[in-house]
């Protein structure tokens, strides 16, 4: 493992804008002994998003609920699209996650400034989530591994109530992300551009006629025939 000053000069490296601030207020063994280099694009963006909302919220830990905030906000991110294939309503959770977030401790005064720690439970998720990348055959640690080592933790009661009542379940959250993925691993820092495909460059017909999007064609039979005459006509 590297040692702490060699390990945050790697992460200041690795993590582009505003890594030197993560890497250099978070000092746990779970931030020390990632290896930034095997994070996803998206995967770095969250834990370094995770400390600005408790640096912004004032909050002297940085906690599997900011990590999940980070997550869920992310634009193009695997995390909102296994939400919303669980059908759990985006703004629902929002609003009870912040919720939460608002109950945390904060500090103020002199010791504002003080350098934030990692809650156990989010050094539970962190390492448990390099240890899914492995079990899942992907050579990069991404969004999906951190948001299924949250639901696994298990070390913070009252967010894995949290989850429970959202039907957030590891097993329905470890099905809905193979669906996204389908039979493709994680072999690059992007993988987000790989999933999916269909889904944002196609339309769903099936899809759209449930949700009224498209004119019936049932009972317009009149409308199809003269369609077709139409287009069978012969130009001169």
């Known amino acids: 493992m590297l040692s702490p000053s ?3 000069r790697f992460a200041s490296n690795r993590l582009g804008k505003g890594s030197e601030s ?6 746990r063994p779970a931030i020390m002994s990632l290896d930034l280099n095997k994070l996803t694009e998206k995967a770095r963006e969250a834990v370094l998003e995770a400390q600005n909302t408790a640096a912004r919220r004032r909050h002297p830990q940085v906690d599997v609920w900011h ?3 980070a997550l869920l ?8 699209a296994v939400v919303e294939k669980l059908e759990v309503t985006p703004q629902a959770l929002r ?3 912040d919720r939460e977030l608002g109950r945390l401790p ?3 005064g002199t010791n504002e400034n ?4 990692i809650a156990p439970a989010l050094s539970t998720a962190l390492l448990r989530s390099v240890d899914l990348a492995k079990e899942m055959k992907d050579s990069f640690t991404s969004a999906e ?10 070390k913070s009661p009252t967010f894995d109530k949290f989850f429970a009542s959202f039907g957030l379940t590891s097993k329905r959250l470890r099905k809905a992300v193979d669906e996204i993925r389908g039979a493709q691993n994680v072999t690059t820092q992007n993988p987000e551009a790989t999933y999916q495909v269909l889904e944002k460059y196609g339309v769903d017909l099936v899809k759209q006629v449930k949700l009224g999007k498209l004119d019936p064609v049932i009972g317009r039979d009149e409308e199809i025939r003269r369609v077709i005459r139409i287009l069978s006509r012969k130009t001169k």
């Open 73 to 80: 906000d992310q634009e193009g991110g695997i995390v909102p």
């Open 95 to 97: 609003v009870a996650l």
């Open 106 to 108: 904060s500090v103020s």
């Open 145 to 154: 591994h951190l948001l299924l080592a949250l639901a696994e933790s298990g």
């Open 6 to 8: 060699r390990s945050r």
């Open 22 to 27: 993560l890497a250099g207020r978070l000092h």
């Open 114 to 117: 003080s350098p934030a720690s």
């Open 67 to 69: 990590l999940f905030s």
